[in-house]
């Protein structure tokens, strides 16, 4: 366990030439070592990246605020998800891994916040692994996500994200120019090895750079 950086947060070092980085993101209640096996399942030799969430709620680990269920503190998640975006860059120089292939993969709150990272920090990651994912916020201005890929999987019986939110995240990543895919299982909340089999033959498939040029900002900045 590593406490030195901004988060508390587990590194394992990519196993081949060429790897991702995966910023693996917890779900609520979760720690850094949750998602490290599906890491290692979905993008066999690839660096490993997992910090914890800051925020406790009722001593639950969180990566940002919510008021109410599935009702969510803006100024929060901005705030929260700048600390994210700046934590990977350290860590990038920290660990020596290329920042331009950071792949975000984030379950339930995890994938909330590393959509807001999309939106929020365009640039920041190469692709994205996004399970049961919920719209994080609507974006005020246009974001360039041309050349991003993304992975989406959600459940048509999910009690806790509205059936809507799916396709409406999968229509303004599109809009931002993403190479989305959106996969539904059959099943609720909780993870299946249907998805991990549908999230690994996605990842085999995928580009895991930032574009050429593409520079990490934050949305509606001039980019200088």
């Not at 969180?62 to 705030?79: I, M």
């Not at 049961?132 to 041309?146: I, Q, Y």
Request: proline share 8%; charged share 25%.
């Amino acid at each position: 366990m590593e406490k030195t950086l901004a988060f508390t947060h587990r590194y394992e070092p990519s196993a081949r030439a060429g790897a991702p980085t995966l910023l693996l993101l917890h779900g609520t209640g979760g720690n850094e070592d949750d998602l490290l096996p599906l890491g290692r399942m979905i993008a066999p030799g690839a660096a490993l990246l997992s910090p914890r969430g800051k925020v406790l709620e009722n001593g639950a680990p969180r990566f940002f605020r919510r008021l109410a269920e599935g009702v969510f503190d803006l100024q929060d998640l901005a705030a929260r998800t700048d600390e994210l975006a700046d934590f990977v860059d350290s860590a990038a120089v920290r660990y020596g891994f290329d920042p331009a292939r950071v792949v975000g993969v984030g379950y339930s709150n995890g994938a909330n916040i590393a959509s807001s990272l999309l939106f929020r920090r365009p640039g920041a990651l190469a692709a994205a692994v996004l399970f049961r994912p919920m719209v994080p916020f609507e974006p005020a201005t246009a974001v360039d996500l041309r050349g991003v890929g993304v992975f989406m999987s959600s459940g048509r019986l999910d009690p806790i994200v509205p059936l809507e939110h799916p396709e409406r995240l999968r229509q303004l990543l599109s809009d931002a120019g993403a190479d989305v895919t959106l996969h539904w299982h059959p099943g609720g909340h909780e993870l299946s090895d249907e998805d991990l089999v549908a999230a690994r033959e996605w990842v085999e498939g995928a580009s895991m750079s930032r574009p050429p040029g593409r520079k990490v900002r934050r949305a509606g900045s001039s980019g200088s």
